[in-house]
């Protein structure tokens, strides 16, 4: 048979493009109505409750009296008190992190890849623990650092009071400085050293050229990651509630969550309204990221050739740096787990004596059912949410990168619609959303209410990370995978699946991270019997039971070492050269 016969069209192919283009439409109309159900729905019945007078679910009348005080004088006072919070963490989280991450990836300084996982240790540690263990911490009165201080100096006033607009900050830059490093030190790795030799050739000091020329390469990462590091601020729900509350400090997601936990009558349009504010003014932050990302061309530090990233002696500086990378790993880490291995033991919190240890704490854990519902709560949301973002990203990721079909950019746009919402108000657009779902279906007060909006917050990460992998496999595997006779599913299933897996595995990761220590919406959400395990401690905390917080802190913080440690023997399979 000759090649013209072999390539010459059948009767049969009109048939299969006409069932090809129908099976994209098919999957791409189902993937944007589940995309809208998750992610546009609750926004859409956020600005529905905005309007509405009653609670969900209620008798009420249209008005504009959420907005009225959503933007009266005293909100402006809230928003400007949020913005001054993220700002002041912002320009120290950012130094700190760029000075640890150059000295983790460009110098000599001993032990580097401990340093390494020291360093982002605290960014996988719950916030809402290490925000219990500061309160114990740094109070003024009772607060061990106070009182190690007042012996030490003799002064009768504390070092610092936790309970203030500085004390915030300080909790917030601890996770700030990590999240930042994360993303600063890879920067680094991947930049063109040339230049900064160039520099030192020509007679410029060391500092001067991290001054002039290292810096200034990396000011649209840098850049970038400030802005990331403000949303975060402005989202945080863990340190404005636990030191700026009693301080008399608010902000707008404590605003929110007051409103309506603590109210004597929620007023759910308020809340719904406030969020409607907050995320067109998160809206204008990922506006104005975007436009940095876009004006970053004229700063490109990774050419075409290869290179090796250049390794500074630092001499006997190295020592010194190694000795600030284990001060801020003692300061984030070892003193909060401290702590709250102390409070574990003590038969009453900050009265702590060798002879009065006790472990009867840690028997009225383990012998809490309402403790163990919750880890049981925990471990299904988080393995099932996990999974279930991560494969909803995959899809997402596999028809944005890997196709041309109609809808695919709506899809993206979907997909990371969650980005701008804060937890607490995806929380409130969930609220509305199960009150209004049509038919006998009934999601508030079950597991699913839980489940969903975890999926949605996780969705943008489970695409950011199949993408990335996505884009680093060749489309000629695919292409020469169909040649050779194998399917759509088995390509998928040898190639793509195969090839990307352990990107999978450590997106599922942080994914499950991500739910087992989210608070805000799962605040908002949970009802008796569907309590998560940071729901349980900060109830516990309010009923003044700090000890038994303390011995459940200590268990997650066990689980965080045990799936960090997978997330590094996954990284490093990907990339065994990683320091």
Known sequence: MSVTALNAPTASTPLLNRRARFGRRF????????????????????????????????EGVFSLAGYEKAISGQNALILLNTVALSLAKVIPSISVAVILAWIIARTDTPMRGALEVMITLPFFVPPILTAMAWSLLGNAKTGPINGLWRWLSGSSEPLFDIYSFGGVVWHMSQYSISFAFLIIVEAFRRMDPSLEEAARMCGASQLRTFRNITLRLMLPVIASCSVLSFIRGMESLESPLFFGTP??????????????????????QYAAAFSIVITMLMFLVIVFQWWLIGNSRSYQTVGGRGFRPGIIRLGAWRWVAFAFCLLFFAITVVLPVGQLLIG???????????????????TAVLEDHTIWDAVRNTFILGIGGATAAMALGAIVAYITVRTRWRGRRLIETMAWLPWIM??????????????????????YGTLWALFLPYVAMSTPLGTNTMASAFYQISVDLEECSRVHGASFLQTMVQILIALAWPSFAIGWVLCFFGIMRELSASVLLYSVGTEVLSVEMLKLWSAGQAEKVCVIGLMMVVL??????????????INPLKA
């Open 344 to 362: 574990s033991l003590s038969r009453y919190i900050g009265f702590f004596s060798l002879n009065r240890l006790t472990f009867q704490h840690y």
């Open 422 to 443: 804060p937890g607490i108000v995806l929380g409130v657009g969930y609220l509305w959303t199960f009150a209004y779902i049509p038919g006998p279906i009934t999601i």
């Open 560 to 573: 965080v070492i045990i799936f960090r440690g997978v997330q590094i023997l996954l990284s490093r399979r």
């Open 247 to 268: 301080a008399g400090i608010k902000v707008a997601v404590t605003e929110i969550y007051n409103s309506i936990n603590q109210d004597f009558v929620p007023n759910y």
């Open 27 to 58: 999957w791409t109309s189902l993937l944007i109505v589940l995309l809208g159900l998750l992610m546009v729905y609750p926004l859409g019945m956020l600005v529905y409750g905005s309007f509405y007078t009653g609670s969900p679910g209620a």
